[in-house]
């Protein structure tokens, strides 16, 4: 793997880092080590450690801006050998990242729902050394994985797309002592919110503002993202 830009990755986390976005050593290594621009839509490469969300062609989909990116790293506080799942595959870069932080003991499952976007993150992973521990399925990530499963499965659950309440089954698939991170609200602003498992009880913080397009799916909204709020799902 031959990174291109490490000047510019170093500039960008380094800037991140006084910004106190990046404030962990493993995710500040983990973001020197995943060359981003393999994971940008050709043609955007030059853009790649500018810290603003970029296209994915015309999927309507983006690769999220680095800052947004750290800041649900560390809140996400991914350990050594974890079991992740991430809904939302993008790019892959996310799930690079997370492919770093747990490790060679750890595991990655990344579902996507549009096709085109499953076979750009296999190739961006494969290319960057990451598939050995990123499996990237094709599916309705708002189910969960396996779908409707509802046993306890994965150490942290992470949603990059907006919902408009807790989806039901990636939640039952946080095991205990687990972490799950999405944003919530309406297409337009959404709260970045975490929620953990202790035992049979959940509880959720609120921790920033942000902007997401939208988890499209079964538990998410519809094709046109314009499904209302309809609170925590009850299980």
């Not at 793997?1 to 510019?8: G, H, I, K, L, S």
């Not at 970029?54 to 350990?79: N, Y």
């Not at 998410?220 to 925590?232: E, F, S």
Request: proline share 8%; net charge neutral.
């Amino acid at each position: 793997m031959v990174r291109m830009n490490v000047d510019e990755a170093s500039s960008l986390v380094d800037s991140l880092k006084r910004q106190g976005i990046v404030r962990s050593r493993r995710v500040e290594e983990a973001m020197l080590r995943v060359p981003r621009e393999l994971f940008v839509w050709p043609g955007t490469e030059h853009r790649a450690y500018e810290d603003i969300p970029l296209p994915l062609d015309d999927t309507g989909q983006t690769i999220s801006a680095p800052h947004m990116v750290a800041i649900m790293l560390e809140a996400l506080d991914v350990k050594p050998g974890n079991q992740v799942l991430e809904i939302g595959t993008g790019s892959g870069y996310n799930a690079a990242l997370l492919a770093e932080l747990v490790g060679r003991d750890g595991k990655v499952v990344s579902v996507e729902r549009l096709p085109e976007l499953v076979e750009f993150a296999r190739s961006n992973l494969k290319r960057a050394g990451y598939l050995d521990r990123v499996e990237v399925v094709l599916g309705d990530g708002s189910l969960g994985y396996p779908p409707r499963y509802e046993g306890p499965l994965y150490d942290r659950v992470t949603i990059t797309a907006s919902a408009p309440r807790l989806p039901r089954y990636p939640v039952a698939q946080l095991r205990d002592g687990g972490i799950l991170l999405v944003p919530l609200g309406p297409p337009g602003y959404q709260v970045l919110t975490r929620v953990r498992r202790r035992g049979n009880s959940y509880s959720s913080e609120e921790l920033l503002g942000c902007v997401f397009v939208p988890l499209v799916g079964e538990d998410g909204y519809g094709p046109g993202g314009l499904d209302i709020i309809r609170g925590p799902s009850k299980r």
